[in-house]
């Protein structure tokens, strides 16, 4: 009988062995079972490149972006040339919000192998957010040159274009965004062909919406425009907004997203209507208001909002993380705003988490969709917002607006401007540097005293 001798094998080749089996298991998507494996692994070799590489892999998938930053790093300190190591470990810091650093590692992984595409879309990302348009744009331009069909690099570009408001191509480049991967709207097929511009004299035309209310609160302008050609418009949109969507001019019905629309001749994506309509900065509908609340909604509002004698303004401060993580104002940064002479102040938040940021009017709880907010909004004279949904919705509405905007703004606000061409009643309040939003409050404080002083 033959006995073996377990302290003969050596050490490494088990950790390898447990290691491969927890790439088998990652790859079959079971990342917490993975990550014990490498631990395991890693105990017995601690400095086994790939079992810390596939570590800090799960543990980003996890969400654990600072641990498997720290992975990352002991893979390169082990493997410097671990081409996966700085372009994962990029991808990191990117989620992290740690541009600089992300930029670098991209950088470092390029120099080893300058044909990684997505590393170099990665980087012009990087790029965006530090302000630096025309260095992305240039890296977007390298992998197209290389590879024509890369959906992110088309994707970015058309980003870059529309921020810098070249929007003829720009609308042709957004098109790329069905073809992108994890596009915050799917593809979606359709029983009928997709309306690229031709005659609809007499037919239905089922607009179906995308992305996030704000996109759908500002691209809705266009549904006048489709039943001025002669078609009956039959919009699909997020729940929330269907209330508020069944005013605008030219809807025939609203349907919320995934309802059945009955019949319909041709379907179109709601973004793709400023490409079709040949939108320039020249002519942009921007005939707001055309949005209004339902009319049975505002005396219950009215009768919550007195203080004739006050500067009535509301004010939200916090939006959602994607795509532009800037958006969203730290509450005790507001601190500024509070106690000035001849305001009162209306939360605007929804969802909030935490204390407000000073004491104000706090009626949220009762907005049950975009129609209460409407509602809430018409009784104001001011709205203060971060670019998120209210912004639109305020804009939308004609109403007077500051929006407090990032160093890298979304590209519907593009570049060197304190307006909007979207929207007249809009004021933008741009960071001056990344990331500081104390010089903007400033900002916001000194001329709303100045707009209470003249309403006096």
């Known amino acids: 009988m033959n006995v073996i001798n377990h302290n003969n094998i050596d050490e490494l080749e088990i950790a390898r062995e447990i290691c491969s089996l927890g790439t088998s298991m990652l790859h079959t998507g079971r990342i917490h079972a993975a990550s014990i494996q490498f631990r395991k692994a890693l105990s017995i070799a601690p400095q086994l490149e790939e079992a810390l590489f596939y570590l800090g892999y799960c543990l980003h998938l996890s969400g654990r972006y600072d641990d498997a930053l720290s992975a990352y790093n002991q893979t390169l300190a082990v493997s410097p040339l671990h081409v996966a190591a700085w372009n994962n470990r990029g991808n990191t810091l990117l989620k992290l919000h740690h541009y600089e650093e992300a930029a670098e590692s991209y950088s470092r992984a390029l120099q080893l192998e300058p044909d990684l595409h997505d ?67 799917p593809s979606r097929s359709f029983n009928q062909p997709c309306w690229q511009g031709e005659d609809i004299t007499g037919r239905i035309v089922l607009v179906h919406a995308e992305q996030g209310f704000g996109d759908t609160l500002q691209f809705c302008r266009y549904i006048p425009l489709l039943s001025a050609r002669g078609a009956r418009v039959v919009l699909e949109c997020h729940a929330p907004l269907v209330s508020l969507m069944a005013r605008v001019a030219g809807v025939a019905g609203v349907i919320p997203t995934g309802g059945i629309p009955g019949r319909y001749d041709l379907h179109v994506p709601l973004l793709s209507l400023p490409g079709i309509f040949g939108t320039s900065l020249e002519n942009i509908p921007n005939n707001a208001p055309y949005l209004a609340p339902p ?44 106690a000035m002479d001849g305001v009162v102040f209306y939360s605007l938040q929804l969802g909030r988490e935490g204390a407000l940021p000073f004491a104000m009017i706090d009626h949220t709880n009762l907005i049950r969709d975009f129609a209460d907010s409407a509602a809430l909004i018409a009784q104001l004279d001011l709205v203060i917002t971060v670019d998120t949904a209210v912004a639109h919705l305020a804009g939308a509405m004609g109403k007077p607006t500051w929006v407090l905007l990032p160093y890298s703004p979304d590209w519907r606000w593009l570049l060197n401007r304190d307006d909007s061409p979207w929207y007249p009643s809009l004021r933008l309040f741009r960071q001056s540097c990344r990331g500081s939003w104390q010089d903007v409050i400033q900002r916001v404080k000194s001329t709303l005293r100045d707009k209470v002083a003249s309403s006096r």
Not at 159 to 166: F, I, R, S
Not at 302 to 323: I, Q
Request: with cysteine.
């Open 119 to 185: 590393a170099r879309i990665a980087l012009a990302t990087c790029f965006q957010a530090l302000g630096l348009v025309n260095e992305a744009m240039s890296a977007c331009n390298e992998v197209l040159g290389a590879a024509p069909e890369h959906a992110e690099a088309h994707w970015n570009r058309s980003l870059l274009l529309l921020l810098n408001g070249e929007y003829r191509e720009g609308w042709q480049e957004y098109e790329w965004r069905w073809k992108k991967r994890d596009f915050t709207s």
């Open 295 to 338: 009319p049975d909604r505002l005396p219950f509002w009215r009768a919550l909002t007195g203080n004739e004698n006050y500067l009535r303004v509301g004010l939200c401060w916090s939006g959602k993380s994607y795509p532009d993580p800037g958006r969203s104002c730290p509450a005790d940064q507001l601190a500024p705003l509070a």
